[in-house]
């Protein structure tokens, strides 16, 4: 297997619903995207899949010297091989996927946070970084356009937190901020035991409304001469978005399940994107 059967490989067997956004892109920037979420994948996998903190630690270390050398012109990870003919086209450096790591890591060292804007630290390099790479390689041509990149990745990274609360719990982890659990008297134990109450709905719903205002700011912020080029991340917003609406159609039942759109789903919000422009 080479490396760019590596990486698509990888991507697809995500699930993701960014493999949907990536199916209409023209083939070089398509092989960009996946390999860059092929990356983005390996190191989130270090802390989902490996029980020890200490192992994982390890390994988080390991990719950080692995993108120092690949950008030396020594990969030798397959993913690394994969995205390293495209980081000069598309302006990928270093510190972005150093930031990734640096989210990841965050995982390992925090379980709680205290407030929100301690948060959107973590949602900034875990997904607001991706959004700016991601961006670049869909064809940014106005440098206006990070913000929204940002903005969105806040807006899509929140949308995935309130979907994995359950999950999350599991592992021991509140993403939820803790002043805003204390400000609807929902604790922390009714989460880990997977507990449901009007204060938990009330909190769930102060959340997405948050992720509903991410999603508008982020469309206004969008530059009108990048929006054509930018239409991958807008099937984003217009899955994940359609995501949270099925979220709170379901009550924020999110403890006990993992709520998803079907993959038929994902491909007819994507194509109505790419087809008609519109969410």
Same mark, same amino acid.
């Given at each position: 297997?080479?490396?760019? &059967?590596?990486?698509?490989? !990888? ?26 979420? #092929? ?29 120092? @050398?690949?950008? !030396?012109? &020594? ?16 302006? /990928? ?16 060292? @925090?379980?709680? +946070? ?5 948060? @959107? ?6 997904? *607001? ?17 990070? &913000? +929204? ?5 806040? #807006? ?9 609360? *359950?999950?999350?719990?599991?592992? *021991? ?8 659990? &204390? @400000? ?7 989460? =880990? !035991? ?7 709905? #009330? ?40 995501? =949270?609406?099925? /979220? ?6 999110? =403890?006990?399940?993992? /709520?998803? =759109?079907?993959?038929?789903? !994902? ?13």
């Amino acid at each position: 297997m080479n490396p760019e &059967q590596y990486v698509q490989q !990888k991507a697809a067997a995500s699930g993701s619903s960014f493999y949907y956004a990536f199916l209409f892109m023209p083939r070089p920037r398509r092989a960009a995207i996946t390999a860059f979420y #092929a990356f983005c994948r390996e190191v989130d996998d270090v802390v989902d899949e490996v029980s020890d903190p200490g192992v994982a630690r390890n390994k988080l270390a390991w990719w950080q010297g692995e993108v120092a @050398q690949a950008f !030396k012109g &020594q990969a030798t990870h397959p993913v690394m091989q994969a995205l390293m003919p495209h980081t000069s086209s598309y302006q /990928i450096e270093a510190r972005h996927l150093l930031a990734v790591i640096e989210g990841c890591q965050m995982d390992l060292d @925090q379980t709680r +946070y205290l407030d929100y804007p301690g948060l @959107q630290r973590y949602c900034h390099l875990v997904a *607001g970084v991706v959004g700016e790479v991601a961006a670049r390689i869909f064809g940014q041509t106005d440098p206006a356009t990070t &913000q +929204y990149a940002h903005r969105l990745g806040q #807006a899509l990274q929140l949308t995935n937190i309130l979907r994995d609360v *359950g999950e999350d719990a599991m592992r *021991g982890r509140i993403y939820l901020p803790v002043n805003e659990l &204390q @400000q609807f008297d929902v604790k922390a134990h009714e989460i =880990l !035991k997977r507990e449901y109450s009007e204060r938990f709905t #009330a909190l769930m719903r102060f959340q997405a409304e948050r992720a509903y205002r991410l999603y508008d700011e982020a469309l206004a912020l969008l530059p009108e001469a990048d929006r054509r080029a930018q239409k991958p991340g807008l099937m984003m917003a217009s899955i994940y978005r359609t995501l =949270l609406r099925e /979220i709170e159609h379901e009550d924020f039942r999110v =403890l006990h399940q993992r /709520i998803s =759109l079907t993959p038929l789903r !994902k491909f007819w919000l994507a194509w109505k994107m790419q087809a008609l422009g519109r969410m």
